[in-house]
């Protein structure tokens, strides 16, 4: 079993940035793939990247790509995605999740989720 927390979420302004964390606890982060994924009001949860275990294999959806980045530190048992750029748009609930791929993760598929952290963008 893991259990997931993410924080660093907050309210920001336009163009500004967060760095979100995700810290697992139960079992050792380095064997899943992660991912981060996000839902605004009234909307589907939606993927947003994926990271492999080791970190060499790296996915994101088209609409974050060249602003969100997505990273691992295996020895802090902890997944971050940094967000730059913020738009009023990326305004949502971000989740992480771990999987069993980051194909997979993608897909939606996962083993394990958090309780999510709200960001929200000012205009």
């Known amino acids: 079993q893991v259990q997931l927390v993410e924080s660093g979420g907050g309210l920001v302004q336009a163009g500004g940035s967060l760095r979100l964390s995700c810290a697992a606890s139960?079992?050792?982060?380095?064997?899943?793939?992660m991912g981060w994924f996000r839902q605004a009001p009234g909307k589907e949860r939606e993927f947003v990247a994926a990271?492999?275990?080791?970190?060499?294999?790296?996915l994101y959806a088209d609409s974050v790509k060249g602003r969100f980045t997505i990273s691992r530190d295996n020895a802090k048992n902890t997944v971050y995605l940094q967000i730059n750029s913020l738009k009023p748009e990326d305004t949502a609930v971000y989740y992480c999740?771990?999987?069993?791929?980051?194909?997979?993760?993608?897909?939606?598929?996962?083993?394990?989720w958090g309780q999510g952290t709200q960001v929200t963008v000012s205009s």
């Open positions: 139960g079992r050792t982060l380095s064997i899943y793939p």
């Open positions: 999740a771990a999987g069993s791929s980051a194909e997979g993760l993608r897909r939606m598929v996962s083993d394990y």
């Open positions: 990271i492999a275990a080791l970190g060499g294999y790296i």
